[in-house]
């Protein structure tokens, strides 16, 4: 096949969402496309799509995202304009991705995954540990409330929603003393004004996905397919592979508590799981270390004893 390269009078299109780390994620695609194939940037075009997870109305009431919908809340805009050939590629970040793709969707693009570790935001302390008694704390995340919880059972817990701007004016309005953020968003916007301190793994494990972006395109599309493959990072779709082969054999959604990391060292895959309750009363971790090319076994195996621990009646709340 004769690779057909888009040009500015037909560009190719690329899709994200309008919020300024979401612009830069597509902006860095776009760069590492132009840069692979030597073309001027303005042979692509990144066109905004709002998702229902932007609805500036939900935002602003801190409404939870369980109340909403589900992961799909970031995603099903962006992956109907990509069915309906309205844009060419979409750019997600990978934790906000579900664990299947809709019918004529592939996903098999990912760059090169920023900082996994989540940062404490705080103007007046540097870590959890600071935080006085009873001190409230701003998070829309499942995962990080029940880990907080866990960790330190006397903090007060508020839902917290919207992008980093958003969020750090509702620190500086005094709703909350800290919030959390990722690292790879705070970098990718080179925004190191922000009172951040990250956050160990050890102390505080990431989001399935954490730090990497995905570009998913339509199954025939064969021309997209060979530009992505050209900016195709194999390192972190091998780190993704364990660790999204651990979140789908939970089930996991954005209604329950799961956080998971795989590193890589030379030909081993060493992945870490936790799964939680909402309150945090009660975490089941562990981890798995094998060759790369087991990751997704691990993966699930992974996922399979930390279940049988937990016991039967583990996720119950799910269908309150």
Known sequence: MTLRFPSPASPLKIGTRGSPLALAQAHETRARLAAAFDLPEAAFEVVVIK????????????????????????TKEIEEATIAGRIDIAVHSMKDMPTEQPAGLMLDCYL???DTRDAFISPHVTTIHDLPTGAVVGSSSLRRRAQLLNRRADLRVVEFRGNVQTRLKKLHDGVAQATFLAMAGLNRMNMTEVPKTPIAPADMLPAIAQ???????????DSAAEMLAAIHDTPTAQRLAAERAFLARLDGSCDTPIAGLAELDGD???LRGEILRPDGSEAQAGERRGPVADGAAMGRDLADELLGRAGPGFFDWRAA
């Not at 009431?61 to 809340?73: C, M």
């Not at 730090?211 to 599309?221: F, L, M, S, Y």
């Open 211 to 221: 730090g990497a972006i995905g570009i998913e395109r339509r199954v025939d599309d």
């Open 112 to 114: 090169p995954r920023e």
């Open 268 to 270: 081993t895959l060493r």
């Open 51 to 74: 998702t229902t997870g932007d609805d500036r109305s939900m935002i602003a009431a801190d409404r939870p995202l369980k109340e909403i919908g589900n992961k799909g809340l970031f």
